[in-house]
């Protein structure tokens, strides 16, 4: 039957989890990430949110793609490709990372697990093993494998995250601070856990074989029954990074390799991460770029905004009077936060006018009518959620 | 001896969120509690150890966003979860799933009646429309009618304009709307009764009207009126219980700089030449204050703990015969897991919201006819919510916890008062129900509390164990609640106000009524108001 259907290159590929995902996917409702069929969610948007925030929820990162860098130069082939200090981070943690061109320009980012010595794993949300090799060159004993299909990953996350693990019978992981990695004996191979997710709540990353995947849904379903368990699609994620002033591609970021316009991507100081890029190590790409950038200053900052009302500003354009004759930048993301009951927004504004009022002009439809109304935006310096169960260890039971 | 700006009486929802209010413009200020714990009917105890208990409000809805925010209630810990499905259960063995999905709930009511499967989109449209309107009342103080001053004219106009903005027919429908019953209300939509029983179910809780009466079906609109984040008619659950949203917003009190004071019953307000000047506890210490707030309901306020002597003409007896007549009760029970109710799916999005056991509006009706004799049905009407499935920190992991309202039980009995063996024999009626539509129920009972009218009104203070400190009857609301020509949280003494429910605009935990009493006192002090003045609501 697969092997005569006519339409095979266009078919989405399944996650090892799949079999389950469909059972559960009430709704039909999919999308597609990095060519797998993947939730956009599973019954309710609102619900599965609120899983992440009250219960605990699982998020498929099959189509996460990852890479093992391997060998005695694989340290330093990611320095030189990374902003941050790859030596600084210790034997089994995990550190997020942005690498950028030779102009400074951000082309994804992702997190680097440190898995020995010499060898690490690489996660980022596109495929970017070109870039890896490019990155490589001049570097004699370094491997580079893309082990995406090799793995099954799954994401945990919500407060009663950790009393799953422990009903798991994870011993041990009461230690685990965050972006620590744990590594159990599971069912003759092994089960890794970080702490690490991307919701801003506590929760945990689980990454076993391709073939053991099945095994691990189902035995990680049976311990979080009684703690409301449930799968979480895209939008549910959308909801929480945001909340959790977590960056998007295509949102926040344009990749910088496939940006066309000049100056269409972003830098990490756009991005208001200049806190990733580390000047006291040697050279990496887009040193001497950023370090220009940093003395004159970003042109645009991403901003956090508090936004009055209740509509979001989705697509809104910022303005520095409420005439909205002097356009100072775009929102990136809105939405309303129901666990900070308010208006939240990330914007790209002009960094010369960050300290002058701004105002968003918000587009909405009621009944088929469209209206727009102009309103005050507060700028926010905290993310708009981030509880305290997130840092402790040992995280509370719920 | 202690000296304050405001004195609040009675650690409830409102009293908590009046005197955050007034501590945030800067006033010294005072709660004082007669319990050993806060929150008032808004409250979580842990009567079985590893049970935490919301003993008398268990929903909510009406809790306004505007004052969440304001008082940033996120960041003192409060987390409001929407729930979802609810099956309401018939006499006998049928059912109605009220499912998420909105065409799915339409196939559902198909399968009952076509005909009401259709209504239901008409029924929807207009209740969201008398709820939009109402929504943009609650956090106005209402206007005086028979007043002059520029205020209360401007806010008659505003009211008017809302109105105009209905349409000549609806504001025909509108009007007829708040005279009729549920039932006849309902009669104008459907035509299957247990579609009937199941929406008119709100038009009779917490109140002593049954489904026929005139009048119920505006507390129909009233428990549909609240929304979560939005989504007008959606209930919610406090994490932590009903207690969180009290304690939440005591600590947003206590940062503002306000202090509660537990164990410190009232004995009576302090009045010197008509004005308020203080309290005297229970224990004898006298407290003076410039300004006086109960949040106690109006009956106990003024024929309990303010002097007749004190009042002037006509009060008392307005207070005495203030409607506010007991007509619920409420059994908590922890469960050593989660019931099976015969004919419902093992479906976990459906199965865990809510119950309600309905019957028909004859059950719903016979039930009320019992009220009236002073006892309770066999047959009642129980509206039960398992949060345990929603919430992880009210129950032991496995284990749950099931609140169950009761309509109707009397505040005093036909053959006597009550006594314990009374309140164990209505708990009894009330578990027989629930087993005959879910065999087994009873041998997974690890603990019980019975709530009549008699535990509310002892331990938590509203007259009858009235939920709504007074009912929610057209003579009594608005402008005319608590008393005519007292509607603006300003009471017959000179620096004495109330927050309660027994204000606009009534009861529910909506926190509204305190924050518009906290308004209307910074008015008289001349301070900056610190009180939202509107919801975001952009409907």
């Known amino acids: 039957m697969v092997t005569t259907d006519r339409f095979a290159g266009e078919r989405l590929k399944l996650s090892p989890f799949y079999p389950r995902q469909e059972e559960l996917n009430i709704r039909e409702a999919w999308s597609s990430w990095n060519g797998y069929k993947f939730a956009e969610y599973y019954?309710?948007?609102?619900?599965?949110?609120?899983?992440?925030?009250?219960?605990?929820?699982?998020?498929?990162?099959?189509?996460?793609?990852?890479?093992?860098?391997?060998?005695?130069?694989?340290?330093?082939?990611?320095?030189?490709?990374?902003?941050?200090?790859?030596?600084?981070?210790?034997?089994?943690?995990?550190?997020?990372?942005?690498?950028c061109t030779d102009e400074g320009r951000m082309i994804d980012d992702g997190t680097v697990f440190r898995l020995g010595p010499d060898r690490f794993m690489l996660t980022c949300g596109s495929p970017s093993i070109a870039w890896l090799?490019?990155?490589?060159?001049?570097?004699?004993?370094?491997?580079?494998?893309?082990?995406?299909?090799?793995?099954?990953?799954?994401?945990?996350?919500?407060?009663?995250?950790?009393?799953?693990?422990?009903?798991?019978?994870?011993?041990?992981?009461?230690?685990?601070?965050?972006?620590?990695?744990?590594?159990?004996?599971?069912?003759?191979?092994?089960?890794?856990?970080?702490?690490?997710?991307?919701?801003?709540?506590?929760?945990?990353?689980?990454?076993?074989?391709?073939?053991?995947?099945?095994?691990?849904?189902?035995?990680?379903?049976?311990?979080?029954?009684?703690?409301?368990?449930?799968?979480?699609?895209?939008a549910a994620t959308n909801m929480a990074r945001l909340e959790a002033a977590f960056i998007m591609p295509d949102m926040e970021f344009n990749e910088a390799l496939k940006t066309v316009h000049f100056q269409h991507?972003?830098?990490?100081?756009?991005?208001?991460?200049?806190?990733?890029?580390?000047?006291?190590?040697?050279?990496?790409?887009?040193?001497?770029?950023?370090?220009?950038?940093?003395?004159?200053?970003?042109?645009?900052?991403?901003?956090?905004?508090?936004?009055?009302?209740?509509?979001p500003a989705e697509g809104a354009h910022i303005y520095s009077n409420k005439r909205c004759n002097r356009e100072i930048g775009y929102v990136?993301?809105?939405?309303?936060?129901?666990?900070?009951?308010?208006?939240?927004?990330?914007?790209?504004?002009?960094?010369?006018?960050?300290?002058?009022?701004?105002?968003?002009?918000?587009?909405?439809?009621?009944?088929?009518?469209?209206?727009?109304?102009?309103?005050?935006?507060?700028k926010q310096s905290k993310p708009f959620w981030a509880p305290a169960r997130a840092r402790a260890t040992p995280p509370p039971e719920y | 001896m202690s000296h304050y700006d405001a004195i609040v009486i009675g650690a409830g929802h409102n009293g908590l969120a009046n005197a955050a209010y007034l501590a945030k413009a800067g006033l010294k200020v005072l709660v004082v509690e007669k319990n050993s714990y806060i929150g008032g009917a808004a409250v979580s105890r842990e009567l079985q150890a590893g049970w935490k208990y919301s003993s008398c409000s268990y929903v909510c809805s009406m809790m306004r966003q505007a004052i969440h925010r304001d008082l940033d209630l996120s960041r003192h810990g409060l987390l409001l979860v929407p729930y979802l499905g609810t099956v309401n259960f018939g006499d006998g063995d049928e059912r109605l799933f009220a499912y998420q999905d909105e065409e799915a709930a339409h196939l559902e009511l198909k399968r009952h009646s076509p005909h009401d499967a259709d209504a239901m989109h008409r029924f929807q449209t207009d209740l969201t429309r008398y709820s939009q309107l109402i929504r943009k009342t609650l956090m106005r103080t209402p206007p005086d009618p028979t007043s002059f001053k520029p205020r209360d004219i401007m806010e008659l106009l505003f009211l008017a304009k809302?109105?105009?903005?209905?349409?000549?027919?609806?504001?025909?429908?509108?009007?007829?709307?708040?005279?009729?019953?549920?039932?006849?209300?309902?009669?104008?939509?459907?035509?299957?009764?247990?579609?009937?029983?199941?929406?008119?179910s709100p038009g009779i809780i917490g109140t002593a009207l049954g489904v026929y009466s005139p009048g119920s079906s505006y507390i129909l609109l009233h428990h549909v009126m609240g929304d979560v984040d939005g989504s007008i008619g959606a209930w919610g659950l406090a994490r932590g219980g009903m207690g969180a949203i009290s304690d939440a917003i005591a600590s947003a009190l206590q940062e503002h700089g306000g202090e509660i004071r537990t164990d410190a019953g009232v004995h009576r307000v302090l009045v010197e030449g008509r004005r308020a000047t203080g309290v005297v506890l229970e224990n004898g210490d006298e407290i003076q204050s410039r300004i006086v707030v109960s949040n106690l309901d109006a009956?106990?306020?003024?024929?309990?703990?303010?002097?007749?002597?004190?009042?002037?003409?006509?009060?008392?007896?307005?207070?005495?015969?203030?409607?506010?007549?007991?007509?619920?009760?409420?059994?908590?029970?922890?469960?050593?897991?989660?019931?099976?109710f015969t004919g419902v799916p093992d479906n976990p999005y459906l199965n865990r919201g809510g119950q309600g056991f309905n019957g028909s509006l004859e059950t719903m009706e016979k039930a009320y006819d019992c009220w009236k004799r002073g006892?309770?049905?066999?047959?009642?009407?129980?509206?039960?919510?398992?949060?345990?499935?929603?919430?992880?920190?009210?129950?032991?992991?496995?284990?749950?916890?099931?609140?169950?309202?009761?309509?109707?039980?009397?505040?005093?009995?036909a053959d006597g008062p009550w006594t314990a063996e009374k309140r164990d024999q209505f708990g009894q009626t009330v578990i027989d129900k629930i087993e005959r539509y879910s065999p087994g129920f009873k041998d997974l009972i690890v603990h019980m509390e019975v709530r009549t009218p008699h535990e509310i009104?002892?331990?938590?203070?509203?007259?009858?164990?009235?939920?709504?400190?007074?009912?929610?009857?057209?003579d009594q609301l608005f402008f005319n609640r608590p008393f005519p020509g007292y509607g603006q949280y300003r009471m017959p003494l000179k620096n004495l106000y109330m927050s309660g429910s027994s204000t606009h605009p009534g009861g529910g935990v909506s926190a509204v009524c305190g924050a518009n009493a906290a308004r209307e006192i910074l008015r008289d002090l001349r301070r900056p108001n610190t009180v939202p003045e509107d919801d975001f609501y952009d409907e």
């Open chain 1, 43 to 99: 019954y309710d948007v609102e619900y599965e949110y609120f899983c992440v925030r009250n219960l605990c929820g699982t998020y498929d990162i099959c189509p996460m793609q990852k890479y093992e860098i391997k060998g005695p130069d694989a340290e330093a082939m990611l320095n030189r490709m990374v902003t941050r200090d790859v030596g600084k981070i210790g034997m089994h943690r995990v550190a997020y990372c942005m690498w």
């Open chain 1, 133 to 234: 090799e490019k990155s490589s060159f001049g570097f004699d004993d370094v491997v580079v494998t893309d082990i995406t299909d090799d793995m099954a990953a799954l994401s945990l996350q919500g407060p009663t995250s950790y009393a799953v693990l422990k009903k798991l019978g994870l011993d041990g992981i009461e230690t685990a601070k965050p972006f620590d990695i744990r590594v159990f004996p599971y069912h003759g191979s092994q089960l890794m856990v970080s702490r690490t997710g991307f919701t801003g709540d506590l929760g945990y990353e689980l990454w076993v074989e391709h073939d053991l995947g099945l095994t691990m849904w189902d035995e990680l379903y049976k311990a979080g029954a009684d703690y409301g368990i449930q799968p979480y699609g895209e």
């Open chain 1, 265 to 311: 991507d972003q830098t990490p100081f756009e991005l208001s991460l200049g806190w990733l890029v580390d000047f006291r190590k040697p050279h990496f790409s887009g040193r001497a770029a950023l370090l220009e950038e940093k003395r004159r200053g970003p042109t645009y900052t991403l901003t956090k905004l508090d936004i009055e009302g209740n509509r």
């Open chain 1, 332 to 378: 990136t993301s809105a939405m309303w936060s129901p666990v900070a009951k308010a208006n939240i927004a990330l914007a790209m504004i002009r960094t010369e006018h960050l300290d002058g009022p701004l105002w968003a002009e918000i587009y909405y439809e009621k009944e088929l009518r469209h209206h727009s109304r102009v309103v005050p935006c507060e």
């Open chain 2, 162 to 200: 809302q109105f105009w903005g209905l349409g000549e027919k609806q504001i025909y429908e509108y009007v007829r709307f708040f005279t009729m019953s549920a039932a006849e209300y309902l009669d104008d939509y459907f035509e299957n009764d247990m579609i009937k029983a199941a929406m008119a």
């Open chain 2, 299 to 340: 009956k106990r306020t003024f024929t309990k703990i303010v002097d007749k002597a004190d009042l002037p003409d006509g009060i008392y007896e307005k207070a005495a015969n203030f409607k506010i007549r007991g007509s619920s009760g409420k059994v908590n029970i922890a469960l050593s897991g989660m019931p099976k």
């Open chain 2, 375 to 413: 006892r309770w049905s066999d047959d009642p009407f129980i509206e039960s919510v398992i949060p345990s499935a929603w919430d992880p920190t009210v129950a032991p992991a496995g284990q749950h916890w099931m609140s169950n309202f009761i309509q109707y039980c009397p505040p005093t009995l």
């Open chain 2, 457 to 474: 009104e002892n331990e938590i203070g509203l007259t009858e164990g009235n939920i709504f400190q007074g009912e929610l009857t057209i």
